[in-house]
């Protein structure tokens, strides 16, 4: 059954169990390809048994005081934190993170629960002033029910608890769909650890699936109010189209084509430093990644020499040893994927700095410099540990060439004059920008998400709260009015 058998069960409607479905799930270690858990899937009998049980107890959830939801917060930090050896080796061995990255996301996700367990104390009604003589106006915030939240693999633990916390907060149910490739990390060790926290069962349903089985179940559910999705923006337009047909919300943070731009009065040394970073955590695996690296020609030599010689250093591995830096993609396709980008992009004129080398479901880094917008590789997402250079002539270039994308997440400028970057990045089409700082930024008070093809939506501190609440007008008319029809 693999070394993870107890978590072959998922939580379907308050109670641990198998799925009805007539699938199994081989969920295995992308590094070494050992079997973790088989896991019998859940079907769409599951899903209407979780959203069933899930209205009922949300209703209730919905009814406890702000500082019982906000205690059950900061409980599950504490079992999180407990656990955190753990729930580190479960991220090293489901989704290949390097046990620096798995340290890194739980200390992220972390900080967003803390972050919601302030939410329920900012869900107080407040009274607007009447045009209306004797009337009082009052907004109330409340839960909007129940939120389908769809998560994938590569950052499966914090992009799932960016959703799952401030939903529970607010006083929703959450009906949680994770990658199949990091369902434990993404669904049901979240789900067990807020239900040891005070989570009333079947408040979290997680639901393991075949999607060619499901369809678009937790999307268009009737009894679905939100829907909260991350991952791909092909997937993301898909979802967006079946959830307005519904009228149904949808909140997307999608994909990324980050450009990381170094002007020609940048420090170099502090540039390397966050471009290595900012394109090699995760073995390039993040939305916020590095995808581009645009440097201004009269640097470009140095810049490229000093990123070489860092690049050269990092280590390529086991992703449970302190000492590697880059572990293995999340399978074949992913390796397939990025060979392709690679050879392509060679094939289109590229540069090899770098040559890479592929080791089971490792690669290496690659370094690939005179790269072109025009090029495939500088278009699409790469999600692999690909460095591409792009030199650029000043600065109105480097914005144009920045801007030169369907996507809109997050860039980053490195400059010694600040004012200089606060000009750059008003130019800038995406919803986040960083100055002297990588692309790879995640805090839990302030907007997260993206423009263009990159999503709709925010993720993080009162914008989290917007997502997933409604107002309701109330008012109160407290003397006798004069109607026009009277």
């Given at each position: ?108 996700a ?28 009052k ?14 693999w590569?950052?499966p ?103 990381f ?38 640097v ?18 086991d992703p ?32 090899v ?33 690909i ?29 010694e ?70």
């Open positions: 059954m693999g070394s993870y058998s107890q978590w072959k069960q998922m939580p379907l409607g308050g109670v641990w169990r198998e799925g009805n479905s007539d699938s199994y799930y081989e969920n295995k270690n992308p590094y070494n390809n050992e079997l973790l858990v088989r896991i019998k899937l859940a079907n769409n009998e599951d899903i209407d048994e979780a959203f069933f049980v899930a209205n009922k107890v949300q209703k209730e959830w919905a009814q406890t005081t702000a500082e019982e939801r906000s205690k059950v917060m900061l409980k599950a930090i504490k079992l999180f934190e407990e656990r955190r050896e753990e729930f580190a080796k479960i991220l090293v061995e489901e989704s290949g993170s390097t046990i620096k990255k798995a340290n890194f996301e739980i200390d992220t972390l900080r967003y629960i803390k972050e919601a367990s302030e939410f329920p104390f900012k869900m107080e009604s407040e009274t607007l002033d009447s045009t209306i003589k004797g009337k009082k106006n907004i109330f915030r409340i839960p909007v029910g129940i939120v389908s939240v769809i998560t994938p590569n950052f633990f914090n992009l799932a608890i960016r959703s799952v916390a401030p939903a529970l907060a607010t006083g929703n149910a959450v009906i949680l769909k994770p990658d199949n490739q990091t369902a434990i990390s993404g669904g049901s060790f979240i789900a067990k650890v807020f239900e040891d926290a005070g989570v009333p069962k079947g408040l979290i349903s997680v639901i393991i699936a075949d999607l060619k089985e499901i369809g678009d179940a937790v999307i268009e559910h009737p009894l679905a109010n939100v829907v909260s999705f991350t991952g791909s923006s092909k997937a993301g337009k898909h979802i967006a189209s079946v959830a307005s047909k519904h009228l149904k919300k949808a909140t997307l943070e999608l994909g990324g084509n980050n450009a731009v170094v002007l020609d009065d940048a420090d170099l040394d502090k540039a390397v430093s966050a471009s290595i970073f900012g394109k090699f955590m995760h073995q390039g695996q993040i939305c916020m990644s590095i995808n581009r690296i645009i440097v201004d020609r009269k470009s030599n140095e810049f490229i020499s000093k990123f070489k010689s860092k690049v050269e250093k990092l280590t390529t591995g449970m040893s302190n000492e590697t830096n880059i572990g293995p993609l999340i399978n074949k396709n992913q390796i397939n994927q990025v060979n392709r980008l690679v050879q392509t992009s060679i094939e289109e004129g590229a540069t700095v770098v040559k890479g080398d592929v080791k089971n479901n490792t690669i290496s880094p690659w370094v690939l410099t005179d790269v072109t917008s025009e090029m495939t590789i500088a278009q699409e997402e790469i999600f692999g540990p460095a591409v250079i792009i030199p650029v002539d000043g600065e109105e270039e480097a914005i144009r060439v920045a801007n030169d994308t369907k996507y809109g997440l997050v860039g980053s400028v490195f400059t004059d600040i004012n200089r970057g606060l000009a750059f990045a008003e130019k800038m089409d995406c919803g986040m920008f960083h100055i002297n700082d990588a692309t790879v930024n995640s805090e839990p008070g302030v907007p997260f998400g993206g423009e263009k093809d990159s999503g709709l939506g925010r993720h993080g501190g009162e914008w989290s709260i917007d997502e997933f609440t409604t107002v309701k007008w109330v008012s109160i008319q407290n003397e006798a009015r004069n109607y026009p029809l009277a």
